[in-house]
Nanobody, 115 residues
Framework: QVQPVEFGGGLVQPGGSLRLSCAASGSIFSISAMGWYRQAPGKQRELVARITSGGYTIYADSVKGRFTISRDNAKNTVYLQMNSLKPEDTAVYYC?????????WGQGTQVTVSS
């Protein structure tokens, strides 16, 4: 069973930037739509950005204009560039297929936005 591995999180001040990466092995990666999800304490996991195999992107309203999702099919990797971060972006970030997360969830990477 393919399990993504996410990394790149950390502690950042409001207004700062982070770049997350997600590596997912398997030949299916290049033909799958992938997404970044996040789960804040006490809240349900939500899909914040997704990208089709051809590079078409869709964003949640809460991150539109601040986050950019991209992918490198040759490296089986999906990225999330996060700019102008806000305290409400604090969450554990995960990647998975999108919009239906059919892969086993990885450990995620913690993003904390705080001064």
């Amino acid at each position: 069973q393919v399990q993504p591995v996410e990394f790149g999180g950390g502690l950042v001040q409001p207004g700062g930037s982070l770049r997350l990466s997600c590596a997912a092995s398997g030949s299916i990666f290049s033909i799958s739509a992938m997404g970044w999800y996040r789960q804040a304490p006490g809240k349900q996991r939500e899909l914040v950005a997704r990208i089709t195999s051809g590079g078409y992107t869709i964003y949640a309203d809460s991150v539109k204009g601040r986050f950019t999702i991209s992918r490198d099919n040759a490296k089986n990797t999906v990225y999330l560039q996060m700019n102008s971060l806000k305290p409400e972006d604090t969450a554990v970030y995960y990647c998975n297929k999108a919009p239906n997360p059919l892969l086993t969830w990885g450990q995620g990477t913690q993003v904390t936005v705080s001064s």
